[in-house]
């Protein structure tokens, strides 16, 4: 007699970018778990949803991302605008802070479905809003406090964030280097990873890759601000080659200001892929020109990244990024836990913006339906012109 399941995805093209394989199969959910995977297990289901055309993933996993929402006027609504667009997981960046961290935990971590981590700021004020930069007080970044934090709540805390910008660390160099270095240092003593926003910043990228450790991680890699990774001849800058050489991350966080279409496609000509695809929603930036997580996949891949490369660093290195990888994020296994994205790339195409004045043609990715520890969640539309959907 065939086992009865919860919920069968069926028919779609079951894509597993950390295992290498691709097939088209049926994916049976049970007791929260991936089940079976394989054909005609639709017949044994209390629901089924018609997959055909579609893409069958792991669970997509955002690790920069601004979801304080109430207290942080930055946050986004954390399940509308993540799990209900097709991700599973993801990482607030510095908009909570040590004096904050209680509120983000009960407001944001606890009641919500998505599986949510914070890269702490390095100031105890956090990101609470953009006109106010969080560090102009130096003396807000108080180490201690962070590494409390991150020692009492390890099942959220992954990691620590410094913005680097002029309205938060200042314009002189030598005060805002003293605040990258004592970040730096308060990261090895919490053995975490540091994440530093570039782009505007008073100390030059040369400067602050070389105080980084192996492990850290530079958000924004494709901005168009000044000191970014390109140099005058426009070719990948020889200091960001040798970060990553000694095992500097580099992150592709879109953020309202901070993707360029003119520094990413020569990137990527060049092959100079993102370690982790992210988005870096927020409420100022989630109606455009991010949108989600899944529209930036959507638009690297129009850059010129192949799926499977932009799939796996949406899943399995985000997952693996944020020590999700032990609880079964970022792959597809039989007995695993059920969290899956099936999503589409429609055929239409829609003229998306970048976040520094250019637009280009992008066949959008769109969720279909998104399972979290074995729950079906449906989906939201899609925050900008619907033209494309019908």
Avoid at 175 to 185: F, G, M
């Amino acid at each position: 007699m065939q086992e009865q399941h919860d919920l069968v995805l069926a028919g779609g093209t079951v894509v597993d970018p950390a295992g290498g394989w691709r097939e088209v199969a049926d994916l049976a959910v049970s007791g929260g778990k991936v089940a079976a995977i394989g054909e005609g297990l639709s017949s044994s289901a209390s629901e089924t949803v018609d997959c055909t055309g579609a893409y069958v993933v792991p669970g997509l996993v955002d690790a920069h991302t601004h979801i304080f929402r109430d207290v942080s006027k930055v946050g986004a609504p954390v399940d509308e605008a993540h799990l209900q667009r097709g991700v599973v997981a993801a990482a607030d960046a510095g908009t909570a802070g040590a004096s904050t961290f209680n509120a983000f935990l009960r407001l944001v971590v606890e009641p919500n479905r998505t599986r949510v981590l914070s890269f702490l700021n390095i100031s105890v004020l956090g990101l609470i809003d953009f006109r106010f930069g969080e560090l102009i007080n130096p003396r807000t970044l108080v180490p201690e406090d962070a590494l409390e934090v991150a020692k009492e709540h390890p099942e959220v805390v992954r990691g620590f964030k410094i913005r680097m910008s002029t309205d938060v660390v200042g314009t002189e160099p030598g005060p805002a280097t003293e605040l990258l270095e004592r970040a730096v240092a308060t990261g090895e003593e919490g053995g975490l990873p540091l994440i530093v926003h570039i782009g505007e910043t008073p100390v030059s990228l040369d400067a602050i890759l070389e105080r980084l450790r192996p492990g850290d991680i530079v958000a924004h890699c494709y901005t168009g601000k000044e000191e970014g990774i390109l140099g005058e001849d426009g070719t990948v800058r020889e200091c960001v080659h040798a970060a990553r050489a000694r095992g500097v991350l580099f992150e592709s966080a879109h953020g309202k200001s901070n993707f360029s279409y003119a520094v990413a496609k020569p990137a990527i000509e060049q092959g100079f892929f993102p370690d982790v695809v992210c988005s870096d929603t927020s409420y100022r930036n989630w109606n455009g020109p991010v949108f989600d997580l899944m529209t930036t996949m959507s638009k690297l891949v129009a850059l010129g990244m192949t799926f499977d490369d932009v799939l796996e660093r949406a899943t399995a290195a985000p997952a693996r990024l944020l020590g999700l990888w032990d609880e079964g994020f970022g792959r597809l296994e039989v007995g695993g836990p059920a969290n899956v994205t099936v999503f589409r790339q429609l055929e239409a195409e829609d003229v998306l913006p970048d976040a520094a004045g250019g637009s280009m043609p992008v066949r959008r990715f769109e969720p279909v339906a998104t399972v979290a520890g074995g729950a079906h969640v449906a989906p939201v539309p899609w925050r900008g012109a619907v033209s494309s959907l019908s």
